[in-house]
T-cell receptor, first 114, second 114 residues
Framework: EADIYQTPRYLVIGTGKKITLECSQT?????MYWYQQDPGMELHLIHY???????EKGDLSSESTVSRIRTEHFPLTLESARPSHTSQYLC?????????????FGSGTRLTVV | QQQVKQSPQSLIVQKGGIPIINCAYE??????FPWYQQFPGKGPALLIA?????SEKKEGRFTISFNKSAKQFSLHIMDSQPGDSATYFC?????????????FGPGTRLSVLP
């Protein structure tokens, strides 16, 4: 069972609204990520963080911003939502470790901007 | 050089068949190759992974075959079941994944017919 939680699961919001997608993990992982997933499946990295007070832009340009004030919390904010922001947003975390390396993903937030 | 190519984009097999999903990479610095499985409404979950020092790894009905010289790896699902219907992503990373992000393939949507 994944210990990474995303809220809300679904969100329908009007154009121009400010929204924050929440992501929290209880595993103590330092590194966290936000991915945008197309309806056609492909995963696009939009933001990541190495730890508290660290934020980096990913491979796909995004109008969203992130913050990392606490290790367990990595929220994503859209200041002014537009229909082009309609997508699924996946949060993930990882930690340096031995053996199997991998990301733990949350269940995602499906955002629809009308 | 950071790309991971994946094929086919979609795949339909009958129950009991052996679907094969192929991935290819260019960067020889990649040293860890995981596969993720994603069910509708869920985030991707780590399924199985391989390092380039072995040519094959099996976990239950899932097998990764790795061809280092060809820079290719593939996922085979033995005795496939309708419950295996999901989207599968291959990925690659180098070094300690703490420092390097995973590079994901574009995904393969698998349907296993009863």
């Amino acid at each position: 069972e994944a210990d990474i939680y995303q809220t809300p699961r679904y969100l329908v919001i009007g154009t121009g609204k400010k929204i924050t997608l929440e992501c929290s993990q209880t595993m103590g992982h330092d590194k966290m990520y936000w991915y945008q997933q197309d309806p056609g499946m492909e995963l696009h990295l939009i933001h990541y963080s190495y730890g508290v007070n660290s934020t980096e832009k990913g491979d796909l340009s995004s109008e969203s911003t992130v913050s990392r004030i606490r290790t367990e919390h990595f929220p994503l904010t859209l200041e002014s939502a537009r229909p082009s922001h309609t997508s699924q947003y996946l949060c993930a975390s990882s930690a340096p470790g031995q053996g199997v390396r991998g990301y733990t993903f949350g269940s995602g937030t499906r955002l629809t901007v009308v | 050089q950071q790309q991971v190519k994946q094929s086919p984009q979609s795949l339909i097999v009958q129950k009991g068949g052996i679907p094969i999903i192929n991935c290819a990479y260019e960067n020889t610095a990649f040293d860890y190759f995981p596969w993720y499985q994603q069910f509708p409404g869920k985030g991707p979950a780590l399924l199985i992974a391989i390092r380039p020092d072995v040519s094959e790894k099996k976990e239950g009905r899932f097998t990764i075959s790795f061809n280092k010289s060809a820079k290719q790896f593939s996922l085979h699902i033995m005795d496939s079941q309708p419950g295996d219907s999901a989207t599968y992503f291959c990925a690659a990373s180098m070094g300690d994944n703490y420092g390097q992000n995973f590079v994901f393939g574009p995904g393969t949507r698998l349907s296993v017919l009863p």
